[in-house]
């Protein structure tokens, strides 16, 4: 279970580490075995002849990838809540902004005052 939690979650670091390239190369490896088990079973259930069209094949390839997108592309987009950490200064000052963009909000404008306008 500590293996399954190791690959499934996202590493905070950005760019390509070792850590984060090995396993890319284990979720692959992964994702191909069970690709293969499934194609073997469909083609032992007798829809080898479908799975051989080129609409046969995209119709597995895409219930195979769907699925299983997020398992792949775990590390390639680092959920907010851990990219964000440590960044409480950010937090009030958009807080702050957030605050005086809305303390006029429905506030009707006055007329110019003073006649400043084009000459």
């Known amino acids: 279970m500590k293996f399954w939690r190791w690959l499934t979650t996202p590493d905070p670091e950005p760019g390509l580490t070792r850590r984060k390239l090995g396993r890319l190369l ?36 895409l219930l195979l990838y769907i699925p299983l997108f997020r398992f792949l592309t775990v590390d390639s987009f680092v959920p907010r809540r851990l990219a964000g950490r440590g960044t409480r200064q950010q937090s009030d000052a958009r807080t702050q902004r957030r605050r005086e963009r809305n303390r006029y ?11 400043g306008g084009r000459r």
């Open 26 to 61: 284990i979720r692959v490896l992964l994702f191909t075995v069970v690709a293969t088990l499934l194609s073997g079973l469909l083609r032992l259930a007798g829809l080898g002849p479908y799975l051989d069209t080129w609409w046969g094949t995209l119709i597995f390839v």
């Open 105 to 115: 909000a429905g506030v009707r404008k006055s007329p110019p005052r003073g006649g």
